[in-house]
């Protein structure tokens, strides 16, 4: 019996048969692009976007949008929630930052990242203070986990947002207006120190007074005299009062690294399975000596020896990232997120000890072969580090 005819008694040749015909008369056709898998893939996708400045728009005392546009014309798709990881020079020293975008996938003519000023922030001062219109920068494509999947996490949202952790929620709650994604449901619970100082303030308050499926609450912790609203921190009874049914919900958290272990206490008193909490991920604690399990005799301004093999010694501080203290040496290694989730800057530590802040998600392999994160682990001996470049 010929090989055809026997594919004919396999259950559902027939129904396949058919669809292939279909297919041929109204699919396309994508033999011209045979052997451009690449190509495409990486217009989707690419390791490199070359971005120009188009403009700067001014959110708060403390915070601008900075809106960039694509120096070749195409941005890839992002989900709503991603970030960039954008590069600078700063001073002679190249280092990146992630950042949320917080335009919504749904506009592709450019990507917004909003940018609050830290105190003695090495890179968003820069934004704030440097950056013009016309600058070009380099960037990452859109990284991240921290989006929505309906399939997953349902329709019935609470996002809890903690100052600049407000971004990746914008784009979330933008493309959710401007598509009428009447089916999810989103309420936004906003914690903020200052209520003269609220990112996004009264575009916000527009959508939660417009959209029926959208709703806003603000939590101040250190309002001004004429400040009428809800005060304090986002808590368990808070978020009980605001939230009806919360055990129905998902929820994601993004904010100041203190807030997470802060609201996940909250969210176990309302018994919120932790399946049904997101968290976004947050970049080196701005003290590391504070952090839990920090060594006592470990000064922030102690420093130690670092050998690269095959490169220079240097010197780092320890309360310094190793990826900082590299990139001030001249070293760069690839990165992302900065917060020790995404794993591509992992490194074997050949010898000393280094300090990984709680949260770093580090893979059980890594331990036990000796590698760690740099952009989230602190020397506290000397160190000796082989790079895989």
Not at 98 to 116: A, E, M
Not at 288 to 295: D, L, Y
Request: aromatic share 10%.
């Amino acid at each position: 019996m010929a090989l055809k005819d026997v594919l004919k008694d396999i259950e559902g040749y027939a129904e396949i048969v058919n669809e292939i015909e279909i297919l041929k008369k109204y699919g396309s056709d994508y033999a011209s692009s045979k052997g451009n898998v690449e190509k495409i893939i990486s217009g989707l996708h690419p390791k490199k976007i070359y971005l120009k400045l188009s403009d700067i728009i001014e959110e708060s005392t403390s915070t601008r949008t900075f809106r960039f546009t694509s120096k070749n014309g195409f941005l890839p798709p992002f989900q709503a929630g991603q970030y960039l990881n954008i590069s600078v020079d700063i001073d002679g020293i190249r280092t990146s930052r992630p950042y949320s975008i917080s335009s919504p996938p749904n506009q592709t003519g450019y990507y917004d990242i909003t940018i609050r000023r830290v105190m003695d922030g090495f890179v968003s001062n820069y934004f704030l203070d440097e950056l013009k219109v016309g600058d070009e920068l380099e960037s990452s494509s859109p990284h991240g986990n921290f989006h929505h999947n309906p399939i997953f996490h349902g329709n019935d949202l609470v996002f809890i947002a903690g100052g600049s952790g407000i971004t990746p929620f914008i784009s979330m709650i933008r493309e959710t207006v401007d598509l009428n994604l009447s089916s999810r449901h989103i309420q936004l619970i906003y914690g903020c120190r200052s209520n003269t100082d609220i990112i996004f303030q009264n575009e916000i308050s527009v959508m939660a007074n417009k959209f029926c499926n959208f709703s806003y609450t603000l939590v101040v912790s250190d309002p001004s005299p004429d400040y009428i609203g809800k005060i304090g921190f986002i808590t368990a009874d808070l978020i009980q009062e605001v939230v009806e049914n919360p055990s129905s919900k998902t929820f994601y958290l993004c904010g100041p690294e203190k807030m997470y272990s802060f609201c996940l206490k909250e969210l176990e008193k309302l018994d919120i399975r932790r399946s049904k909490i997101r968290t976004e991920v947050y970049g080196p604690p701005r003290n590391i000596t504070t952090e839990p399990g920090w060594p006592d005799e470990i000064g922030s301004e102690d420093v130690f020896s670092v050998s690269v093999k095959g490169k220079n010694n240097f010197k780092a501080k320890a309360s310094e990232s190793l990826m900082m203290s590299l990139e001030k040496s001249g070293i760069n290694i690839p990165v992302l997120c900065r917060s020790g989730e995404c794993s591509l800057c992992r490194t074997k530590l050949i010898s000393g000890r280094v300090f990984h802040p709680e949260g770093v998600r580090i893979r059980k392999s890594d331990r036990k072969f000796g590698y760690i994160h740099p952009c989230n682990a602190y020397p506290i001996t000397d160190i000796e580090l082989l790079l895989q470049m």
